[in-house]
């Protein structure tokens, strides 16, 4: 049966679910979990680690070891982000050949969408113990408010981790979905996302199985991550006016106050104070070992952090507007994404949409929950559940001049299509080049560039005599496409905006290659290691028999001239990578145990 | 005899006319249906008919079968209860899904100014094979023709003075009906373009409609239109045009394929991988039925003195496209010559020359085949 699942691929922590038998449930990983914290690391031989097991290693390899890695995504290198990135994170981030970020570990590149295929494979492997076969179709979601490049650049990570990444749709629309399906509902709601990365808000109308999407908006560079930095911020001030050190310049106390951080501010959810101890975090150059030892309190925590709370109600509060609608329209407020549990968030949404937020869904599961509802609802046709999902950013080209002239405004219900005649702006000009954009700046350079290509072959006439037309369409699955048409002569151009992900065609065939080498290598370690426990035990279990006396027995002592010789024929195999000599060596110790078994047996 | 509950009260469905029907409700029906006012109940009508309780009986079931009458509580409102559907339960709303979904595909070709059962189908595209009922392509290609005939209230099927939860409660249904998610897994060739065009004007509707200030423009526009006679479409750019460029993007997907393939076949070619270019070119033959492809194709066998049965049945292919042409004839007869055919050779270049009289190249040909053969 056809089946695609739904993942969340969240900046601190992903989560897969699936339909089954019309329940949408969360698959959780081998350890029980339902969510896997989205950390990846490359071991000193070269191994991948992922989830709970990188998590756990990051403070010992600190510079090998890659968390919010979704913050870089489809960002070029100069952007702030990567700048951010590159003074704050531990691990060491280098310009790729497209102008785009890439992370060195062990000596070799990792592209993001490397990165985050890295965890992709890692869900879809908990979906295939889970289901008894490998998903290859996945919906995958992200932040309401990511552009096409970010957005194309997660396909690629699809790609690249074996999956066929057949909608990429927003996180708080998702986190709807998995409110409303399955009740009746005639309601109007606002969903609040606050995770570790990224802020959204989405509203919408829910009517008769239909999930209106009306506005959406975001940041995606406000999260949980923020509010432990303005922790570690704190602690580091304090240490520093302590004892004239900044504990921020050395990786590894930068790790612990890190983990410190984020455990502090999980604490006082639930608390009014912690305790912070962090003993031996730096040790002076004359040997003295220094110690951090503080408390915090709740009040503190939301003094750091209050403004970042603001923020988030401000952009509501643009949404809000941009819907036509007021807080007395909503109906519901449902709140998603990990840090909605700090109860000043909790609060102070209550006091701006004046009710209290519903409690319907659970803040980590409900995005993958979603996510697999839609994927069950393009694979059965089915009538209950429809997504009317929109595009966040406006979307359009350059004009003369240097403007940005706006063809699909943003939160048009997709698919959609917009077309526009456009006329030449020199006398006898023979090409028109088509730059196309995404953002909200009136000026073109301020905004996003999504790709661009020339109309050639005009015909020589006086400017404003040609006419272009120029037509952009966004798909159901939201692939832009671009077409211009010389009017006059019919003559056509268009592309596919996907050529800003960061990553050529090539080069994404390459990394699927690598990778699927990669698992194959892993698989063949694998089972070379079993075969060398095979050999061993066989090894062991003869030696046991044999070091019993011989007895001066003319055949038992044969035998055990047989397998001593056996033993270090398969001892010199023992450490190569040669996998069928290992095989033979094992059938051949056990041929040599079963005689010496029998023999001892009749002895 | 009947399971009709005693308590139900009829009500007479304002939405069909009963003169639409096939077969005409009789007298009696006609005097039952009279007396129905959605408060009476069936009991009270079997007292009072006068047509005794099983021929009234009889005649509710004939009513509600027609669809003349709703029955509170039969059909209707099929998910009023708020819990996940579970499998069992699933089946039994489907079915008075489908009841909802006919009754919205006939109001909606209400909104239309056509005549269903007379309208000219363009019946190529409703005989192409699609998953995709036969009422419904024929639904989609009478909505998609005639939708720049009619303005976004008629479209939506609402009043001027409609509100927001009226235009939702119109639109969602439409929305969900022509979707392209909904198709997803379905085949739906050059159905496609036709239903995301269908969904995206549906949805500019809507959104003008619930937005104030966009309504009050449409509104502006709309009357102006009335005034002048002219269109009652939609006031952007991108609506006036939609239907040509409708077209143009059908062209432009087809053109685009056909270069895509004819570049795998050249390659494929260049590789000596013959078998499967020749493929790639039938495949981009069938999308569009290039003379100069064919000759090319025809003439490439030739020089390379492979597949000349291919090669000849490219140049037929040229030939039936441009008949006049002598040089998918004479390239025919090569072809030929080539096999060793020369009687067939001989009458093609004949044939050509007849299109190209005194044509030296044919004359030589012709005269050196004729003494072959004599020889
Ligand atoms: N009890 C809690 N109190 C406060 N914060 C919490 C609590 N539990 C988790 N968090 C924070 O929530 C964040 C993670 O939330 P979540 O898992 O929803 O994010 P994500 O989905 O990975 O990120 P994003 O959606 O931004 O990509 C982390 O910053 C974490 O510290
Ligand atoms: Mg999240």
């Given at each position: 049966?056809?089946?695609?699942?739904?993942?969340?691929?969240?900046?601190?922590?992903s989560?897969?679910?699936?339909?089954?038998?019309?329940?949408?449930?969360?698959?959780?990983?081998?350890?029980?979990?339902?969510?896997?914290?989205?950390v990846?690391?490359?071991?000193?031989?070269?191994?991948?680690?992922?989830?709970?097991?990188?998590?756990?290693?990051?403070?010992?390899?600190?510079?090998?070891?890659?968390?919010?890695?979704?913050?870089?995504?489809?960002?070029?290198?100069?952007?702030?982000?990567?700048?951010?990135?590159?003074?704050?994170?531990?691990?060491?981030?280098?310009?790729?050949?497209?102008?785009?970020?890439?992370?060195?570990?062990?000596?070799?590149?990792?592209?993001?969408?490397?990165?985050?295929?890295?965890?992709?494979?890692?869900?879809?492997?908990?979906?295939?113990?889970?289901?008894?076969?490998?998903?290859?179709?996945?919906?995958?979601?992200?932040?309401?408010?990511?552009?096409?490049?970010?957005?194309?650049?997660?396909?690629?990570?699809?790609?690249?981790?074996?999956?066929?990444?057949?909608?990429?749709?927003?996180?708080?629309?998702?986190?709807?979905?998995?409110?409303?399906?399955?009740?009746?509902?005639?309601?109007?709601?606002?969903?609040?996302?606050?995770?570790?990365?990224?802020?959204?808000?989405?509203?919408?109308?829910?009517?008769?199985?239909?999930?209106?999407?009306?506005?959406?908006?975001?940041?995606?560079?406000?999260?949980?991550?923020?509010?432990?930095?303005?922790?570690?911020?704190?602690?580091?001030?304090?240490?520093a006016?302590?004892?004239?050190?900044?504990?921020?310049?050395?990786?590894?106390?930068?790790?612990r106050?890190?983990?410190?951080?984020?455990?502090?501010?999980?604490?006082?959810?639930?608390?009014?104070?912690?305790?912070?101890?962090?003993?031996?975090?730096?040790?002076?150059?004359?040997?003295?070992?220094?110690?951090?030892?503080?408390?915090?309190?709740?009040?503190?925590?939301?003094?750091?952090?209050?403004?970042?709370?603001?923020?988030t109600?401000?952009?509501?509060?643009?949404?809000?507007?941009?819907?036509?609608?007021?807080?007395d329209?909503?109906?519901?407020?449902?709140?998603?994404?990990?840090?909605?549990?700090?109860?000043?968030?909790?609060?102070?949404?209550?006091?701006?949409?004046?009710?209290?937020?519903?409690?319907?869904?659970?803040?980590?599961?409900?995005?993958?929950?979603?996510?697999a509802?839609?994927?069950?609802?393009?694979?059965?046709?089915?009538?209950?559940?429809?997504?009317?999902?929109?595009?966040?950013?406006?979307?359009?080209?350059?004009?003369?001049?240097?403007?940005?002239?706006?063809?699909?405004?943003?939160?048009s219900?997709?698919?959609?299509?917009?077309?526009?005649?456009?006329?030449?702006?020199?006398?006898?000009?023979t090409?028109?080049?088509?730059?196309?954009?995404?953002?909200d700046?009136?000026?073109?350079?301020?905004?996003?560039?999504?790709?661009?290509?020339?109309?050639?072959?005009?015909?020589?006439?006086?400017?404003?005599?040609?006419?272009?037309?120029?037509?952009?369409?966004?798909?159901?699955?939201?692939?832009?496409?671009?077409?211009?048409?010389?009017?006059?002569?019919?003559?056509?151009?268009?592309?596919?905006?996907s050529?800003?992900?960061?990553?050529?065609?090539?080069?994404?065939?390459?990394?699927?290659?690598?990778?699927?080498?990669?698992?194959?290598?892993?698989?063949?370690?694998?089972?070379?290691?079993?075969?060398?426990a095979?050999?061993?035990?066989?090894?062991?279990?003869?030696?046991?028999?044999?070091?019993?006396?011989?007895?001066?027995?003319?055949?038992?002592?044969?035998?055990?001239?047989?397998?001593?010789?056996?033993?270090?024929?398969?001892?010199?195999?023992?450490?190569?990578r040669?996998?069928?000599?290992?095989?033979?060596?094992?059938?051949?110790?056990?041929?040599?145990?079963?005689?010496?078994?029998?023999?001892?047996?009749?002895? | 005899?009947?399971?009709?509950?005693?308590?139900?009260?009829?009500?007479?469905?304002?939405?069909?006319?009963?003169?639409?029907?096939?077969?005409?409700?009789?007298?009696?029906?006609y005097?039952?249906?009279?007396?129905?006012?959605?408060?009476?109940?069936?009991?009270?009508?079997?007292?009072?008919?006068?047509?005794?309780?099983?021929?009234?009986?009889?005649?509710?079931?004939?009513?509600?079968?027609?669809?003349?009458?709703?029955?509170?509580?039969?059909?209707?409102?099929?998910?009023?209860?708020?819990?996940?559907?579970?499998?069992?339960?699933?089946?039994e709303?489907?079915?008075?899904?489908?009841?909802?979904?006919?009754?919205?595909a006939?109001?909606?070709?209400?909104?239309?100014?056509?005549?269903?059962?007379?309208?000219?189908?363009?019946?190529?595209?409703?005989?192409?094979?699609?998953?995709?009922?036969?009422?419904?392509?024929?639904?989609?290609?009478?909505?998609?023709?005639?939708?720049?005939?009619?303005?976004?209230y008629?479209?939506?099927?609402?009043?001027?003075?409609?509100?927001?939860?009226?235009?939702?409660?119109?639109?969602?249904?439409?929305?969900?009906?022509?979707?392209?998610?909904?198709?997803?897994?379905?085949?739906?060739?050059?159905?496609?373009?036709?239903?995301?065009?269908?969904?995206?004007?549906?949805?500019?509707?809507?959104?003008?409609?619930?937005?104030?200030?966009?309504?009050?423009?449409?509104?502006?526009?709309?009357?102006?239109?009335?005034?002048?006679?002219?269109?009652?479409?939609?006031?952007?750019?991108?609506?006036?045009?939609?239907?040509?460029?409708?077209?143009?993007?059908?062209?432009?997907?087809?053109?685009?394929?056909?270069?895509?393939?004819?570049?795998?076949?050249?390659?494929?070619?260049?590789?000596g991988?013959?078998?499967?270019?020749?493929?790639?070119?039938?495949?981009?033959?069938?999308?569009?039925?290039?003379?100069?492809?064919?000759?090319?194709?025809?003439?490439?066998?030739?020089?390379?003195?492979?597949?000349?049965?291919?090669?000849?049945?490219?140049?037929?292919?040229?030939?039936?496209?441009?008949?006049?042409?002598?040089?998918?004839?004479?390239?025919?007869?090569?072809?030929?010559?080539?096999?060793?055919?020369?009687?067939?050779?001989?009458?093609?270049?004949?044939?050509?020359?007849?299109?190209?009289?005194?044509?030296?190249?044919?004359?030589?040909?012709?005269?050196?085949?004729k003494?072959?053969?004599?020889?």
């Amino acid at each position: 049966m056809e089946r695609i699942i739904g993942i969340d691929l969240g900046t601190t922590n992903s989560c897969v679910a699936v339909v089954e038998g019309g329940t949408p449930q969360v698959i959780p990983n081998k350890g029980g979990y339902k969510t896997t914290p989205s950390v990846v690391a490359i071991t000193e031989s070269g191994r991948r680690l992922v989830g709970q097991m990188a998590k756990r290693q990051a403070i010992t390899n600190a510079e090998h070891t890659v968390y919010a890695s979704k913050r870089l995504i489809g960002r070029t290198w100069d952007s702030s982000e990567v700048r951010h990135c590159i003074e704050t994170c531990p691990y060491k981030i280098v310009q790729g050949p497209h102008d785009d970020a890439r992370i060195k570990l062990r000596g070799k590149e990792y592209s993001l969408p490397e990165i985050s295929s890295i965890i992709l494979q890692e869900m879809k492997l908990i979906a295939e113990e889970f289901l008894g076969e490998a998903p290859d179709k996945a919906v995958v979601t992200v932040p309401a408010y990511f552009n096409d490049n970010q957005r194309t650049a997660t396909k690629d990570a699809g790609r690249i981790a074996g999956l066929d990444i057949v909608r990429i749709i927003n996180e708080p629309t998702t986190a709807a979905l998995a409110y409303g399906y399955g009740r009746d509902l005639d309601s109007t709601v606002a969903i609040y996302d606050l995770g570790g990365g990224t802020f959204d808000i989405s509203i919408l109308d829910i009517f008769d199985g239909v999930f209106d999407v009306l506005s959406t908006a975001g940041d995606t560079f406000l999260g949980g991550e923020d509010f432990d930095a303005r922790i570690i911020e704190h602690l580091a001030f304090e240490f520093a006016r302590e004892h004239r050190i900044d504990l921020r310049n050395d990786e590894m106390a930068l790790q612990r106050l890190r983990d410190a951080a984020e455990k502090a501010k999980i604490e006082l959810s639930s608390m009014d104070e912690t305790e912070i101890s962090l003993p031996f975090i730096h040790s002076k150059d004359d040997g003295e070992a220094l110690h951090l030892q503080t408390t915090l309190s709740r009040e503190k925590f939301e003094e750091l952090t209050i403004d970042l709370v603001q923020r988030t109600l401000k952009i509501c509060e643009a949404t809000l507007q941009e819907s036509g609608l007021t807080v007395d329209d909503i109906d519901d407020v449902i709140l998603v994404g990990g840090m909605t549990r700090m109860p000043r968030i909790q609060k102070e949404v209550k006091d701006y949409f004046g009710a209290a937020p519903s409690k319907q869904v659970h803040p980590d599961e409900a995005v993958a929950l979603g996510a697999a509802i839609q994927g069950a609802a393009l694979v059965e046709g089915s009538d209950d559940v429809l997504l009317l999902d929109v595009t966040p950013h406006n979307m359009g080209i350059m004009v003369h001049g240097g403007g940005f002239e706006v063809l699909i405004e943003a939160n048009s219900t997709i698919p959609t299509s917009h077309s526009h005649i456009f006329t030449t702006v020199r006398d006898n000009q023979t090409s028109v080049k088509i730059v196309v954009l995404q953002g909200d700046n009136d000026q073109a350079e301020k905004n996003e560039l999504l790709g661009e290509f020339v109309l050639s072959g005009l015909r020589r006439a006086p400017a404003g005599e040609v006419e272009i037309d120029v037509t952009f369409e966004i798909s159901a699955d939201g692939i832009v496409s671009v077409h211009a048409t010389d009017l006059e002569t019919g003559k056509e151009q268009s592309i596919t905006v996907s050529a800003t992900s960061g990553l050529t065609e090539e080069e994404i065939e390459d990394m699927i290659a690598e990778n699927e080498d990669y698992l194959v290598e892993l698989k063949h370690g694998e089972e070379l290691e079993d075969q060398r426990a095979r050999v061993r035990k066989a090894i062991r279990e003869i030696e046991k028999l044999i070091d019993q006396d011989s007895d001066g027995d003319e055949i038992v002592a044969q035998l055990q001239q047989r397998a001593t010789s056996a033993i270090a024929e398969a001892r010199d195999y023992l450490e190569s990578r040669d996998s069928d000599a290992l095989q033979t060596a094992g059938d051949k110790l056990e041929k040599v145990l079963q005689s010496v078994r029998a023999a001892v047996h009749s002895a | 005899m009947s399971d009709l509950d005693e308590n139900l009260a009829p009500a007479p469905a304002s939405d069909v006319d009963p003169r639409s029907l096939k077969t005409s409700p009789t007298a009696e029906e006609y005097f039952i249906l009279s007396r129905l006012d959605g408060a009476i109940t069936i009991g009270q009508l079997c007292k009072i008919s006068g047509l005794g309780a099983e021929k009234t009986l009889q005649c509710i079931e004939n009513l509600h079968r027609h669809g003349l009458i709703h029955l509170p509580g039969t059909s209707e409102s099929p998910s009023a209860n708020s819990s996940p559907p579970s499998a069992a339960a699933n089946s039994e709303s489907d079915a008075s899904k489908s009841s909802n979904t006919d009754e919205l595909a006939d109001s909606i070709r209400d909104r239309f100014p056509g005549d269903f059962t007379n309208f000219a189908f363009d019946e190529e595209l409703l005989e192409q094979q699609v998953e995709l009922e036969i009422d419904f392509k024929r639904e989609l290609l009478f909505v998609h023709q005639q939708l720049d005939q009619i303005d976004y209230y008629q479209l939506l099927g609402v009043d001027r003075d409609a509100r927001r939860r009226r235009l939702r409660r119109a639109y969602f249904p439409m929305s969900k009906r022509y979707h392209p998610d909904r198709f997803y897994k379905k085949i739906t060739g050059d159905f496609e373009p036709i239903i995301q065009n269908i969904f995206e004007r549906v949805t500019a509707a809507y959104q003008t409609l619930s937005d104030r200030n966009k309504r009050a423009e449409y509104d502006a526009a709309l009357e102006r239109g009335r005034a002048s006679h002219a269109s009652l479409r939609g006031s952007t750019p991108a609506s006036r045009r939609s239907e040509s460029r409708e077209n143009i993007m059908g062209d432009r997907k087809r053109n685009m394929a056909f270069k895509v393939l004819v570049q795998r076949g050249d390659k494929a070619f260049d590789k000596g991988r013959v078998a499967l270019a020749l493929k790639e070119y039938r495949k981009a033959f069938g999308l569009r039925p290039d003379a100069e492809l064919a000759l090319r194709v025809a003439r490439r066998l030739l020089d390379e003195q492979v597949h000349l049965d291919d090669g000849i049945s490219f140049a037929r292919m040229a030939h039936k496209i441009d008949p006049d042409s002598p040089q998918a004839v004479a390239l025919i007869g090569a072809l030929y010559e080539e096999k060793g055919g020369l009687d067939d050779a001989l009458y093609h270049y004949e044939l050509a020359l007849e299109s190209a009289p005194g044509d030296p190249e044919l004359t030589a040909r012709i005269s050196r085949l004729k003494q072959a053969l004599h020889s």
